[in-house]
């Protein structure tokens, strides 16, 4: 009786971890930070000059944002950085970016992170439409595996060390590379798992990205969503990579 309770507590709380971690969930919670970057990108464009951004979310209210020109140059135009005091912020910008547009810039990001928000179904609804939603389910379910398996393995953007949205794609990173540099080469994590999703059916684009952020890694296609990942940690931390490997080969049951 006892064996029994035990297999069912672990699957329960197995299964109520996973919900708490659900990717979804993470991203309605900072879906104000993709508002923001869209209305800093229509402030900074002219009839001249387009901008692009990107996101990136490392956990609870620790973001960069990045917008480029993209015409008539790609270089970082504006840099934003904030670490779990949204009031405390960084905001850098180089010398395309005017010192009044930085300034006025400046102004209204204090405004909007003071203005109280609340959860949108906006974006749950838009993911739903597009099909995102079952990819994120699909790489939450092979990224769980390596969740708090091994030293190193502690996330803060839910299963992962980093999500990053921009208008073309989302990015999911769980990265650990515990103990990599160090000179004892008998204990160390050298292991990358990423996914690629296209919001527009580009997988080309995508791949050319996924190939550029991890140019060493292993390329395993699922629909429109890209996984890449590669393991070269010390052969006694592979466990955890090892059921990864087997999860991205049975997500199509």
Not at 24 to 37: M, T, V
Not at 40 to 56: C, D, N, P, R, Y
Not at 98 to 105: G, H, N, T, V, W
Not at 217 to 244: K, V, W
Request: proline share 3%.
């Amino acid at each position: 009786m006892k064996h029994y309770f035990f297999v069912w507590w672990l699957f329960f709380s197995s299964n109520l971890m996973m919900a708490q971690h659900k990717t979804i969930d993470f991203l309605a919670e900072h879906q104000k930070y993709i508002l923001l970057a869209e209305q800093v990108k229509g402030k900074l464009e002219t009839s001249e000059a387009k901008f692009t951004f990107q996101l990136h979310l490392y956990g609870k209210d620790n973001i960069a944002i990045e917008w480029k020109k993209i015409a008539p140059q790609s270089s970082i135009s504006l840099h934003l950085r904030m670490m779990q005091q949204p009031s405390i912020f960084e905001l850098r910008g180089d010398k395309s970016i005017k010192e009044d547009q930085q300034k006025s810039i400046e102004n209204f990001i204090r405004h909007f992170i003071k203005t109280p928000s609340s959860t949108s179904p906006l974006l749950f609804e838009s993911y739903q439409r597009q099909g995102i939603l079952n990819y994120l389910e699909k790489a939450d379910s092979i990224a769980f595996n390596a969740y708090a398996c091994n030293v190193g393995d502690h996330y803060q953007a839910g299963l992962y060390s980093e999500i990053i949205i921009s208008e073309s794609c989302l990015q999911l990173h769980q990265i650990n590379w515990w103990n990599a540099e160090s000179l004892d080469r008998k204990n160390y994590c050298m292991r990358k798992l990423a996914f690629l999703v296209p919001f527009q059916e580009n997988k080309n684009q995508a791949l050319d990205i996924l190939k550029k952020e991890f140019f060493e890694t292993e390329i395993y296609p699922f629909q429109n969503m890209l996984i890449g990942f590669q393991d070269h940690s010390a052969p006694n931390y592979r466990t955890c990579g090892q059921a990864i490997m087997v999860a991205i080969k049975n997500i199509n049951h």
